[in-house]
């Protein structure tokens, strides 16, 4: 018999135009066709209780790696921050007297202490993923084979490049950090950078928040980036700040990967599945090529062939298994009557999909490269190589940014538009800062000379004990463009080498660089002036790229928990109000 229904409009939830409780349904279900049988239950989401062991097992499984490698990680920074230099990775990367902020730095310093970073974050970004989910049960399979990617990554890290060997005998004072990494930004740049790549996890184990996880993922990045060619722009004095090394390229190419899948990411379909789960095997691959060493990098302290061809073997498990996922979405999708409509891209989306995707490609080939050669090893592709084809990119997006800031404002949210104004600025002044000059130069204690089209006037050469013991550091005080400046050379005796310590005079509309090639006892001083216009573009570029990506992630979470969204909670809780509500509407 069935029970008296209120007749009500056909809704979700309904058979026909009768609202069941879902205590009803089993008993209406059958009788659905002689109510009409136009709109059939929506099938439980309740999983079985395997599926939902399985589930919880790999929540468990994902959780475990994470706390062990975190409790790893604070074992190696109480030993830093100790000086204990009984342990060898100590021992290599500080030295007593070290400031503590550089002792604690010292765990990214090294290829040992930075993949066991690398893989604990890994690994917690993982746990995120599955935990956060562990009511699907028919994604098990996905999250699954995330947790073993994490587990493997901290495996090897244990394996084969552990920070945890002690010495025969315990080092005396210790070599210190690389005079290169001892900046401010050595304190935040890797673990951003890390963070950056490591929220590409999520998107690829779920579709749930994928769309916030990749923004995420490009903000990190581009703050990481920026971070990191401010350094390489202030301290290496070589006059640039991305020397298209294949670490930075690697990091970039996350980048754009994760701007695809931001772009054409978005539904249900196996399209948008695939782009999401790309940036993620592009940030194992590209781990692999930047450790292993078959590429010259200045990067060179943190290589090992080893660890490179370990992380090419995840790399591949990744794609082997976002491909079996993608068959299996496919035969779901196939079998489902009432499956999800693929998310159809307008005409902006796919161009941007599409540049976005020729450069990203431009990259990994060029970087790549060494890799197919017979006699690769230690080799790079020079950079005007990726500049060339990089340049036209970058011309049409920046008329393809312009015209949809002009013409589909209104199709782009606030945080996009800040976002794609700031890439604007920030290829603006790439473009810029490559019509530089530059220009070496000798000049003696108190002579004037016009450097690069630059003022520059030697007050004298002076001679000092380094920042480190034994180091010692030759300056040079200058008057620059009228500013009192002092570059200086800096030579490290225990580790073979000398590092310049530039000096920068910025304008908005031009940088002026200056470095000090080398020395004389009579005063005389041979310089190495740059003059760059519009640097400054691509910092503030960054800067607004970051801002336009906090208000769309922002922008995003209001939409997602607005006020109609806590109506609908509240009013699906109370299934008599939801009834009444719905009746009256």
Known sequence: MVPCLRVLPPAAGTVGACRIDS???????????????????????????????????????ACAPAA???????????????????????????????????RVAATWGGMEGSLLLFAAMLATAAAVAVCKEASAARRWLLHGWTVLLAVAVVALALLFASPFDRLDVPAVQGFGLTPILRHWAMVVHPPLLYAGVVCTVPPYAS????????????????????LGGFWSYAEQGWGGYWAWDPVENTSLAVWMAALVAIHA???????????????????????????????????????????????????????????????????????????????????????????????????????????LA???????????????????????????????????????????????????????????????????RWIATDETLIVAGVEVTNHGVALADGPTPGSTEVSVRLVVAGHERQPALVTFPERGGALAETSLVSRPWRDVQVTLLTARDDGRALLEVRSKPLVSLVWMGALTVLLGAGVAFADHRRARSGPGRFRRRRTAARPGVAASAAGAR
């Open 207 to 226: 579709r749930r928040r994928a769309h916030r996880w990749l923004l995420a993922s490009m903000a990190l990045l581009t703050v990481a980036m920026a």
């Open 265 to 371: 990411g978005r539904g249900s379909s196996r399209r948008a599945a695939a782009v999401r789960r790309l940036p993620f095997v592009v940030a194992l691959a590209g781990a692999a090529v930047a450790r292993s060493g078959v590429t010259a990098s200045v990067h060179s302290f943190a290589e090992s062939v080893t660890i490179g061809v370990a992380l090419g073997v995840v790399a591949g498990a990744a794609l082997v298994g976002a491909g079996g996922v993608a068959a299996i979405e496919a035969a779901e999708q196939r079998s489902v009557a009432a499956g999800a409509p693929a998310a159809r891209l307008d005409g902006w989306r796919t161009t941007a999909a599409l540049l976005i995707g020729g450069a990203l490609a431009i990259v990994v080939l060029f970087t790549a490269a060494p890799l």
């Open 68 to 102: 062990v490698a975190w409790l790893l990680v604070l074992r190696l920074v109480w030993a830093l921050l100790r000086t204990d230099l009984t342990f060898a990775y100590v021992a290599e990367h500080t030295s007593v007297g070290e400031a503590w902020w550089y």
């Open 374 to 440: 017979t006699d690769g090893e230690g080799a790079r592709v020079n950079g005007r190589w990726f500049a060339r084809p990089l340049g036209a990119f970058a011309a049409v997006v920046v008329f393809a940014l312009i015209a949809l800031l002009v013409r589909a404002r209104g199709r782009v949210g606030r945080g996009g538009w800040i976002a794609h104004s700031g890439m604007v600025v920030l290829l603006l002044g790439a473009v810029g800062s490559s019509f530089d000059r530059w220009e070496d």
């Open 23 to 61: 205590e009803q349904a089993p008993t209406i279900a059958p009788v659905a066709p002689v109510y009409g049988g136009a709109h059939r239950p929506r099938p439980t989401q309740t999983a079985r209780p395997r599926s939902l062991r399985t589930v919880h097992l790999t929540s468990w499984a």
